[in-house]
């Protein structure tokens, strides 16, 4: 597990990205090839003790505007019945919500935990039920950070061009 580490200038940028300060940020997962955060890991509680169920969350402003653009056409519909019916993406989704709930323990440590620990068992994007997508970010997000995820890397695969022809974070 990489240890915690973000600079000043990493949380400045990912706030600008995100328009607020982060709340849970631990760390930078992914960078844009122009050296910018694209997606960040955050610890599994504020602390506060209150749950951020999502591990890995997408800034790259030109991914968020895609993958939002994707949702607003029904993605999110379309890839639950894709990843009901096809049996590659079943078991792809099902890989990924155990790893992230592997991840989510492991992260969490002894942090204080208002919900009792709930949340820990969530699946990507902090689905409850198994095979089904709440968010596509949170899928793109997770597949980026864990290459060979292949649900999130179809979804990405429908974002051109993945990457903006400049830093859209400067």
């Given at each position: 597990m990489l240890p915690p580490v973000v600079t000043d200038a990493d949380r400045a940028v990912v706030a600008r990205q995100?328009?607020?300060?982060?709340?849970?940020?631990r760390r930078v997962a992914v960078r844009c090839p122009f050296g910018a955060p694209a997606v960040t890991e955050q610890s599994p509680y504020a602390a506060?003790?209150?749950?951020?169920?999502?591990?890995?969350?997408?800034?790259?402003?030109h991914l968020v505007i895609a993958v939002s653009r994707?949702?607003?056409?029904?993605g999110v519909e379309r890839w639950s019945n894709a990843a009901r019916t096809e049996p590659a993406l079943a078991a792809s989704l099902a890989v990924?919500?155990?790893?992230?709930?592997?991840l989510r323990r492991e992260l969490a440590g002894d942090e204080a935990r208002n919900d009792g620990g709930a949340s820990l068992g969530y699946?990507?994007?902090?689905?409850r039920r198994s095979g089904s997508l709440k968010c596509l970010h949170a899928h793109a997000a997770?597949?980026?950070?864990?290459?060979?995820?292949?649900?999130?890397?179809?979804?990405?695969?429908?974002?051109?061009?993945?990457?903006?022809?400049?830093?859209?974070s400067q």
């Open positions: 995100l328009g607020r300060e982060p709340r849970t940020l506060d003790g209150e749950p951020f169920p999502t591990t890995y969350y997408l800034t790259c402003r994707l949702e607003a056409a029904g990924a919500d155990e790893e992230q709930r592997r699946g990507v994007g902090g689905s997770f597949a980026l950070a864990r290459p060979g995820y292949e649900l999130g890397e179809r979804i990405l695969a429908e974002v051109e061009p993945r990457w903006p022809e400049r830093c859209c």
